[in-house]
């Protein structure tokens, strides 16, 4: 019996180089339902709406200037006809045919409105980045299912404790379709995945971790591109949650001490390989930790009838 008909959606922009990748890795799963591919392109200069083409993907063009991260998601959505919405990052890479196919089992439980994946670094990644990705929480090796049945309303608990449990990341991840029709992503500039967990925790659905289903995904900042996205990290969860994730120099200094102690320890598991890139750890490390710092002095109070 054909399984429900999946969804995969993608916003794309000048991305030709990983979906050479990615678009391969979609037909190639081993998934016994319909799949199709729907990709929203924001002006690409680079052959990715030709390539997006030759994989049979649907493509609607957008302007670059009507790009939002929940916004062109849901307009994305709107056009989708499968059962369960996937939301893909157009830089990641799905590590093998069994990806699709685990990231939907949670759907067995009618509970579960969403469902992410384990994210991991490219092989290739250097040690920096490496350690970067495998320290989060996407890159767990153990699968489980969140509700509020326990804890109450999410809101009750501590910032820094409802920031982890809200944890939801669409760089790769599934949501049922009827769910999100009833709960998109909220109109937000960043943390669109958050900000939705809240809402169908709220709501009484449970979200899924599946540490069964594995993409591979990593960015190599320069400080200066680090110093801005963790800026913008820290401003969201300051405004979303009330957390701020640096809010002294002193803890400033500390972050920096732990981030370059943290990168040290790697490498040396690691046995010393790409040791060399320590040098960059001082000023990649400060600029992580200062946009932290700078993010949570100079957001921007969310409006509380938001909806987050």
């Given at each position: 019996m054909p399984l429900p008909k999946a969804s995969i959606l993608l916003p794309t922009w000048n991305g030709a180089d990983t979906l050479c990748d990615l678009l391969p890795r979609i037909r190639s799963q081993d998934?016994?339902?319909?799949?199709?591919v729907i990709a929203f392109d924001s002006g690409s200069t680079d052959g990715t709406c030709e390539l997006l083409q030759q994989h049979g993907a649907r493509l609607e063009r957008i302007d670059k200037r009507e790009f939002?991260?929940?916004g062109t998601r849901n307009r994305i959505a709107a056009e989708a006809e499968g059962e369960y919405l996937v939301f893909l990052s157009q830089d990641v890479v799905p590590k093998d045919e069994t990806f699709l196919r685990h990231l939907l089992e949670p759907f067995g439980d009618e509970r579960v409105a969403g469902s992410c994946a384990r994210v991991l670094p490219f092989p290739e990644s250097d040690p920096l980045t490496?350690?970067?990705?495998?320290d989060l929480p996407e890159a767990g090796e153990t699968s489980f299912v969140r509700d509020l049945d326990e804890i109450g309303p999410v809101w009750a608990v501590d910032a820094e404790t409802r920031v982890?449990?809200?944890r939801f990341n669409n760089v790769a991840s599934a949501i049922r379709a009827e769910v999100f029709r009833e709960y998109p992503f909220p109109e937000v500039e960043f943390g669109e995945d958050f900000a939705w967990a809240a809402r169908v925790l709220t709501a009484g659905y449970r979200i899924a971790f599946q540490a069964d289903?594995?993409?591979h995904h990593a960015h190599r900042y320069s400080p200066k591109e680090a110093f801005r996205r963790y800026q913008v990290d820290a401003a969201f969860h300051r405004a979303a949650h009330g957390w701020n994730m640096r809010p002294s120099l002193v803890s400033v200094l500390r972050g920096w001490l732990f981030e370059l102690a943290s990168d040290l320890d790697h490498v040396k598991r690691d046995r010393w390989k790409g040791a060399?890139?320590?040098?960059?750890?001082p000023a990649l490390r400060g600029a992580q930790v200062l946009g932290q710092y700078q993010?949570?002095?100079t957001y921007r109070p969310l409006d509380p009838c938001s909806g987050l």
């Open positions: 998934y016994r339902g319909e799949v199709e939002s991260h929940g490496a350690r970067t990705v495998l982890h449990y809200l289903s594995v993409v060399s890139h320590l040098l960059r750890a993010g949570g002095r």
